[in-house]
């Protein structure tokens, strides 16, 4: 982690007050001043002014999306999810997978990126569960299509096998273990049908309770953290 975002994150200085800081002389890292922001810190003893500093603990949420909000920092359109958490929660927080603005459900949001990576990554078979509506009745022998994976408009090669379960004539449960662009409607045109609402449920071992309402949010247990 670079020392400006390690003093940001352990004192709630912004960006520009901590590089201030640094180059008045007043951190040290293991004894020594250090002037430079971009300088990597792995485990050494920072302190400011004297004051030794924790290192800031990786944070980890599961938001329950509603529909309109984009799954990113800023947007000119639409409002953005992290408008949705208290400001001094957001600081160096992304998207550990992203959700289209019109999809609602399960969104988990962290600052640590390998572990972001690791949800996100299809090599690690993270599977995420969505409730899709349709727009017409699905068709004989979708589900097994989908088992055997379907090649998407624009793609090299099928989508990965994917569980459909059927619910009604209309609504369907998917599992699918990668995350391509638009991947479920896309899914569902490729057999020709439309996804008229999509709602994630679960990803991994995580899942969005009932009892969390749209625009609510919670810290993961560590037993969740784990999980991915």
Not at 52 to 58: A, T
Not at 178 to 205: D, I, P, S, T
Request: proline share 5%; net charge negative.
């Amino acid at each position: 982690m670079r020392l400006d975002r390690f003093l940001s994150e352990a004192t709630g200085l912004t960006r520009s007050m901590a590089k201030k800081a640094l180059h008045r002389g007043d951190v040290t890292v293991d004894g020594e001043v250090i002037k430079k922001s971009d300088q990597q810190i792995h485990g050494q003893a920072v302190r400011l002014e004297g004051r030794l500093l924790n290192e800031p603990q990786p944070r980890y949420v599961l938001l329950h999306k509603p529909a309109g909000y984009i799954s990113a920092t800023q947007d000119e359109v639409h409002p953005c999810v992290f408008a949705l958490l208290p400001p001094e929660l957001c600081r160096g927080m992304q998207c550990a997978g992203r959700l289209d603005v019109d999809t609602t459900g399960l969104l988990l949001l962290t600052d640590d990126g390998q572990w972001s990576h690791r949800l996100r990554s299809p090599k690690h078979q993270c599977q995420k569960v969505y409730q899709v509506d349709l727009a017409e009745p699905l068709a004989p022998g979708v589900a097994q299509l989908f088992s055997e994976g379907i090649m998407l408009h624009g793609e090299d090669s099928p989508t990965l096998g994917a569980q459909l379960d059927v619910l009604s004539e209309t609504r369907v449960l998917l599992t699918i273990q990668e995350g391509k662009y638009h991947q479920v409607k896309r899914m569902f045109a490729a057999v020709g049908n439309f996804v008229v609402a999509l709602h994630r449920l679960k990803v991994g071992e995580i899942v969005l309770e009932d009892s969390l309402a749209e625009g609510q949010w919670r810290f993961l247990t560590p037993e969740e953290v784990a999980s991915i």
